[in-house]
């Protein structure tokens, strides 16, 4: 895998004629990140017209359900065609095996543990989680 196969382009904008746009300056470009915004507002239809344009797409929903809507879920999207897919850790282990077993073989799987948003106040006081930010991401890693 060459290097500029291993670039994932993160398409932070809104739209689909922003899509556009980046990837018309980007024509090296094959592999693109698709996060909750561009997703929502777009529709998963985007997915097909990435795919398309022969690129492989990372999207970026961090799911985090119940095992069997989580499965659900990672199943839908990885059918579409969807290379990469996350999910949050703290949804447990057997929703990340369910999940794991819903997606095809050509569909990679990552775990976010933490957000970069979340410091250590927020951790402790607003999520009731103790420990340090860096052992509780530790913790959802194993």
């Known amino acids: 895998m060459s290097l500029v196969e291993r670039i994932i382009v993160a398409l ?3 739209s ?23 997703f929502y507002s777009a ?6 017209v990435l795919k398309d ?9 961090k799911v985090h359900d119940i095992p ?10 990885s059918r579409a065609g969807c290379d990469l897919l996350n999910l949050h ?8 095996q369910r999940a794991r077993e819903a997606v095809g073989e050509d569909t990679k799987l990552i775990g976010v543990t933490q957000l970069t948003s979340t410091n250590q106040s927020m951790l402790n006081s607003e999520l ?3 420990g340090t930010v860096e052992a509780s991401v530790l913790t959802y890693a194993q």
């Open 68 to 77: 069997n809507t989580a499965a659900g879920a990672m199943r839908s999207l």
């Open 43 to 48: 529709g998963p239809e985007l997915i097909h």
């Open 16 to 38: 689909r004629e922003e899509v556009e746009e980046a990837l018309t300056r980007l024509p090296q470009v094959r592999f693109v990140k698709v996060g909750m915004e561009l």
């Open 89 to 96: 850790c703290a949804g447990g282990l057997e929703m990340m």
């Open 53 to 61: 344009r022969g690129l492989k797409i990372f999207l970026d929903l």
């Open 128 to 130: 009731g989680i103790p």
């Open 12 to 14: 932070d904008v809104g």
